[in-house]
């Protein structure tokens, strides 16, 4: 039997001062998130990114308001990603629209 393929999801993040888009996704099926946040989706050459730390999975199907008055989150888009790595300190997702997303290893 195969394992199912990694899950991602890109949350748009407002009612904060500096709104963003966060990509997260599975390294493998049932990991933690790895999460990047982003300046822009869809993404471009130009789009900036910063690694955040790991987020819980609930990620993938909440939406809705973030505790402590850190704004609220709203589902851009998900579904399923491969995740190959690359060279010792990067990886490459490949989410399922053929978007290809070059992560830093943390």
């Known amino acids: ?6 899950r991602y999801v890109v949350l748009l993040h407002k009612g ?3 709104p963003h888009f966060d990509l997260m996704f ?4 049932g990991s ?3 999460t990047l946040r982003l300046n822009e989706w869809p993404i471009t050459p130009r789009t900036l990114q910063e690694r955040l730390p790991d987020h819980r999975r609930l990620y993938l199907d909440y939406e809705g ?5 850190r704004g609220e989150v709203r589902r851009i888009t998900s579904g399923h990603c491969i995740v190959e790595v690359d060279q ?3 990886s ?3 989410l399922d ?3 290809q997303i070059r992560v830093p290893r943390a």
Do not use: K, Q
């Open 1 to 6: 039997m195969t394992e199912p393929l990694p």
């Open 16 to 18: 904060i001062p500096e």
């Open 26 to 29: 599975e390294w493998r099926s």
């Open 32 to 34: 933690d998130l790895v």
């Open 65 to 69: 308001p973030i505790s402590g008055g």
């Open 88 to 90: 010792e300190d990067s």
């Open 92 to 94: 490459v997702v490949t």
């Open 97 to 99: 629209d053929h978007t």
